[in-house]
Structure formats: structure tokens, C-alpha cells
């Protein structure tokens, strides 16, 4: 029973034993993206991508067969530089012409403490499917009264290559390396 609470807090549920899986759904307006990059090696500015759908599924039977699958919507990507961002969405850079989503399709769960998991998938950016690894805590559950359900909210961190990805141009104005910080909500 503790294995399967930890679980449902790593994801961010505290659900009744009524169903053997619960689905819930990504709350497109709480729930982005923000990258970070290495600017010259001086600074980590910052963009975010909004617009995310999808589903989280606890499985309470098997939780290692839980699953997170979602998708971005690349055309939300703004850094708050008009410019800059037209150039990210052109087919220079992610090309959202002809790639306008990115998703994350997880296929491993492991616990890492009590309110913590690493969830482990592919994530697909630039039409390019990389392995990845979210570091994921549950932040809390509460009543959202403006939607009228309980909300569960969690965050999480990645760290990816963009040459992995077909993203190594601009160097050396930006770095490889990318950090992800992902906060979402779930219904």
C-alpha cells in the first residue's frame, strides 16, 4: 500500500480505489514549459510553451504501467522577443510549419522518494524521438474553484541536447545543453 501511495503522489493523485486506473487530463492553461539556454556562456534567458493536452493514467493495479502522454503546441513557444521567436518557429530552427507539436510518451516509472519519480519516455521535438527523463514532485492536490473539481499539481525538470534533436544551430550564441522546468495540473 505505501509503494502504491507514493506512486499516486509522484504523480500528483491521491485517487479512490474504486477503478483500478484513473485518467486524468492536462489543464492546458496551468500547465508549460520553460526552456532554458545558454546565451554566449553569460547568462540562462528563457522561453515558455503553453497549450499542453493530454493524459496522465495511474494504473493502482501496476503502477510501473502508469502512464504520462502529452503534446505541446509549438506555436505557443515566446520568449517575449518578437523576433527571436519567429526565427525558433521558422523552418530554421523547429520548423512548427511542418512539426507544430512536441510530445513526451513515458515508458518507465521508477520511485525516487515519497513524493518524487523519475519518469522516463520519449519525447519527440523536430520530428526527432529522443530518449528522456523527468524528475518529477507532487506539489499538491486542492479544489480549483473556478472549474469546480480537484486539481492535483506537480513539477518536474529535464535536461536535454538540442544537437540530439536537430536544434545545434546558433552556436555559439546558444549553448547544447537545454533545461527544462515543467510545472502542470491535472483534473
Known amino acids: 500500500m505505501f509503494r502504491f501511495a507514493t506512486v499516486c ?6 485517487t479512490t480505489p474504486a477503478f483500478a486506473a484513473d485518467t486524468l487530463t492536462f489543464e492546458p492553461d496551468h500547465t508549460s514549459v520553460v526552456f532554458q539556454y545558454p546565451h554566449f556562456g553569460m547568462s540562462h534567458p528563457s522561453g515558455k510553451i503553453m497549450g499542453a493536452t493530454g493524459t496522465l493514467v495511474l494504473d493502482k493495479d501496476d503502477p510501473a504501467n502508469s502512464t504520462v502522454d502529452i503534446t505541446l503546441d509549438m506555436k505557443t513557444l515566446t520568449t517575449a522577443l518578437p523576433d527571436f521567436d519567429t526565427l525558433l518557429k521558422s523552418e530554421k530552427y523547429f520548423d512548427i510549419a511542418q512539426f507544430p ?3 513526451f510518451k513515458s515508458t518507465n516509472v521508477e520511485l525516487t522518494g515519497e513524493n518524487t ?4 519516455g520519449d519525447l519527440t521535438i523536430h520530428g ?3 530518449n528522456a527523463v523527468l524528475a518529477v514532485t507532487f506539489n499538491k492536490k486542492a479544489f480549483n474553484p473556478a472549474l469546480f473539481k480537484t486539481g ?4 518536474a525538470t529535464a535536461h536535454l541536447s538540442r544537437k ?3 536544434l545545434g544551430n546558433l552556436e555559439p550564441i546558444v549553448g547544447d545543453d537545454i533545461d527544462l522546468i515543467i510545472d502542470a495540473e491535472v483534473y
Do not use: C, D, E, P
Not at 503522489?9 to 491521491?14: D, E, I, P, W
Not at 492535483?152 to 513539477?155: A, D, P
Open 9 to 14: 503522489l509522484a504523480f500528483g493523485l491521491m
Open 101 to 103: 507539436t512536441a510530445t
Open 117 to 120: 519519480a523519475n519518469i522516463t
Open 128 to 130: 526527432i524521438t529522443q
Open 152 to 155: 492535483y499539481g506537480f513539477s
Open 164 to 166: 540530439a534533436f536537430g
